[in-house]
């Protein structure tokens, strides 16, 4: 998606390791969302970050999971003691001004698999 | 949130008009409907949103029933990129995320 790289675009894992995956929108875009997508699947929403307001977590399904944003632009979502459900492809999207932020910008997305 | 209903799979021949319905019968006054699609091993992609009135934009028209518990993306005439799986959401204004279902995935043959 424009303005949106994730990095890295692949991970394989092993079982209780950690991994952190990273999001870096191009500048300016103050909302920030995580959302991961599990084979076959839709959407789930992770979590949502909007200026320097507390961060939305509803979406995190356990404690493993926990995401920041430093300075207002890169996120890291960071997945401590992976577990095989936990592959899917992670992704980051940004709202887009020129639509008066009605629309996502996503990235490419990392694919996630835990071994 | 309020839910979409949208059939799972849909066919189409190239260079065909395609109508694509999704059902929301529970949608609020304040609810848009936002069009999504995601290409094989893409990320989503916005293609159009509206309130009440139909709405056109280079890549499609979506149109809005009456009462809006229902509504249409219309791509005009339908090409082999145009094969993704597509969302339909609802989302108000107060929302801060974007709660994707199963989608329509369809098929254009050539």
């Known amino acids: 998606g424009a303005g949106v790289s994730q990095s890295p675009s692949n991970k394989v894992t092993e079982k209780g390791k950690d991994v952190e995956l990273r999001c870096d929108p191009i500048s300016g875009h103050t909302a920030l969302y995580w959302y991961r997508q599990s084979l076959g699947q839709g959407l789930e929403f992770l979590i949502y970050?909007?200026?320097?307001?507390?961060?939305?977590k509803s979406g995190l399904p356990s404690d493993r999971f926990s995401a920041e944003r430093t300075g207002g632009s890169v996120s890291t979502l960071t997945i401590q003691r992976t577990q095989q459900e936990d592959s899917a492809v992670y992704l980051c999207?940004?709202?887009?001004?020129?639509?008066?932020?009605?629309?996502?910008?996503f990235g490419p997305g990392t694919r996630l698999t835990v071994l | 949130d309020a839910k979409t209903t949208q059939p799972n799979s849909m066919e189409s021949n190239e260079e065909e008009p395609v109508h694509l319905p999704c059902n929301h019968s529970?949608?609020?006054?304040?609810?848009?409907i936002h069009w999504y699609r995601q290409l094989p091993s893409q990320g989503p992609e916005y293609v159009i949103h509206g309130l009440t009135s139909n709405v056109n934009n280079r890549m499609a028209s979506l149109a809005i029933a009456e009462d809006r518990k229902s509504s249409t993306l219309i791509l005009h005439r339908a090409t082999l990129r145009d094969a993704a799986v597509y969302y339909c959401i609802l989302r108000d204004v107060g929302d801060n995320d974007m709660r994707f279902g199963a989608g329509t995935r369809l098929t254009v043959k050539p």
């Open positions: 999207a940004v709202n887009g001004r020129a639509t008066g932020y009605n629309e996502q910008f």
């Open positions: 970050f909007q200026g320097n307001s507390a961060p939305d």
């Open positions: 529970t949608i609020s006054g304040t609810d848009y």
